[in-house]
């Protein structure tokens, strides 16, 4: 007879205790994200196209006929916002383009946010609707949870910990062992067996897993818990916002985020500057505000690209804030000028940001699905599809090899000083996403309680 090493050498990889340990690891992975990996994928998907399907669904608001003379002054424009509701516009957003209509947010006495748009040849007002009220915010808000409280922001940065789980195991079930022979490249079978859906389910995965990886890490510097502290990390050091283009400028507590609703992830909790110019003159008279119209020409004579966001000053010591994030991160730009003598306060681009600063902000870009234009949206469309295909294969292939009337758990590694080591490397990454490593602190004793614990009793019966 053989001996017990040879036996193990030869023994299906399937009943090795690494392996059973892996697996099911694996198994608590896709029972937990696969839901949520549908949701990301369906609505990342949408979100691709939300330029294109906004311009579509908003076509009456946001595009105009393209007259043969100069667009109105922005003062004019405000003010036939402020004769057609009567409330205090708090930003604009400049056309990109002469065929593109002029968005002015008001703040209302009822302390909600509207987006009127403007014709910027005629001064007619198109109509409005609710800050943030298009389709596709809603898609965003929903892709992240935030649509339903920040409890579920939170599952939102599990599921994508659990993501990067889900990838590393079904990497190394997938690896290819001893003399297997098809199944690792290519799928055996029909869709009537379960050995298709497995192949099938790993094939995909192996093609796709990088970008499930890169998108779900790049996904949490949107995250409640994790993402909040990185920001932090990268204001607080030269890898990120870089301190130097803020010296000797006066700071005030509200952040950019705040004045612009989106901005930037490098910049969004930076500090808005004030403005001081002319506040202590000679004669004690009141600074006169050099007005909107004068801020938009020197915004212009900065060389800002059209299309670019203006918060106007909120205040006193408020400043005029131009900030703009197109698809070419070379054009990121935010300005902000004193509201009193015109000059800038902070002017920087993409090129200013630290080294971390600047991988975040083209991960931000490629994740968005704006860095490579059209390429960029259809690579990340086919994972997204990819995506909920390996859900459903995952899930078909559970109920085919699922006892009637279990869960199916995969069984526990006989040596179980193999589930230990992977726990352990599991547990590095609990420390890099704290959040996610409690809740694997959750599902292990869950299945302590509940599987591992009863299996061990039934079986010393």
């Not at 399937?14 to 198994?27: I, N």
């Not at 055996?188 to 298709?196: E, L």
């Not at 995250?223 to 700071?251: C, H, I, M, Q």
């Amino acid at each position: 007879m053989p001996n017990a090493s040879a036996h193990a050498k030869n023994a299906p990889k399937g009943t090795s205790s690494l392996y059973r340990a892996v697996w099911r690891w694996h198994f608590y992975a896709g029972l937990f994200v696969l839901p949520f990996m549908i949701l990301l994928a369906v609505t990342g998907a949408a979100y691709l196209f939300r330029d294109e399907i906004d311009d579509w669904v908003y076509s009456d608001l946001k595009f105009v006929n393209v007259l043969n003379v100069p667009p109105l002054p922005i003062s004019t424009q405000v003010d036939a916002v402020r004769y057609f509701v009567g409330d205090k516009p708090v930003k604009i957003i400049t056309p990109a383009s002469p065929d593109r209509s002029t968005e002015i947010v008001i703040a209302t006495s009822g302390g909600d946010r509207r987006s009127v748009y403007v014709d910027p040849y005629t001064g007619l007002v198109q109509g409005s609707m609710p800050d943030r009220g298009t389709i596709m915010w809603l898609v965003r808000r929903i892709h992240s949870l935030a649509e339903f409280g920040t409890i579920a922001n939170y599952v939102i940065e599990i599921a994508a910990g659990w993501s990067i789980l889900l990838v590393a195991t079904g990497t190394y079930l997938w690896w290819p062992r001893g003399d297997q022979t098809g199944g690792a490249l290519t799928v055996r079978d029909t869709p009537a067996r379960r050995r298709w859906w497995r192949d099938a389910h790993a094939v995909t995965g192996i093609f796709v897993g990088f970008f499930i990886v890169f998108l779900a890490a790049t996904g949490m510097f949107w995250s409640v818990f994790w993402g909040k502290y990185a920001n932090e990390f990268a204001n607080g050091t030269p890898s990120g916002y870089p301190s130097g283009v803020r010296v000797d400028v006066p700071l005030s507590t509200v952040p950019m985020i705040e004045a612009f609703g989106e901005t930037g992830w490098t910049t969004e909790n930076t500090p808005i500057p004030m403005s001081i110019d002319g506040m202590t003159n000679a004669g004690g008279d009141k600074p006169t505000p050099i007005g909107i119209d004068a801020a938009v020409a020197k915004f212009k004579e900065l060389g800002i690209a059209p299309g670019y966001a203006i918060s106007l000053p909120g205040g006193e010591t408020g400043v005029y804030s131009a900030s703009i994030y197109p698809d070419d991160l070379s054009q990121q730009r935010v300005i902000h000028l004193d509201q009193y003598s015109g000059r800038p306060l902070i002017d920087m681009g993409y090129q200013d940001y630290g080294i971390f600063g600047r991988i975040m902000e083209w991960s931000i870009n490629v994740h968005l699905g704006q860095e490579y234009g059209v390429i960029n949206q259809i690579v990340l469309m086919i994972v997204c599809a990819a995506i909920v295909f390996m859900a459903v294969s995952g899930g078909v292939m559970w109920w085919k090899r699922r006892p009637a009337g279990s869960l199916g758990v995969p069984p526990l590694p006989r040596r179980t000083k193999s589930l230990v080591g992977v726990t352990a490397i599991l547990a590095i990454g609990g420390i890099i996403y704290p959040v996610v490593g409690a809740s694997m602190l959750v599902i292990w004793l869950l299945d302590w309680l509940f599987v591992a614990r009863p299996a061990r009793a039934f079986r010393t019966a």
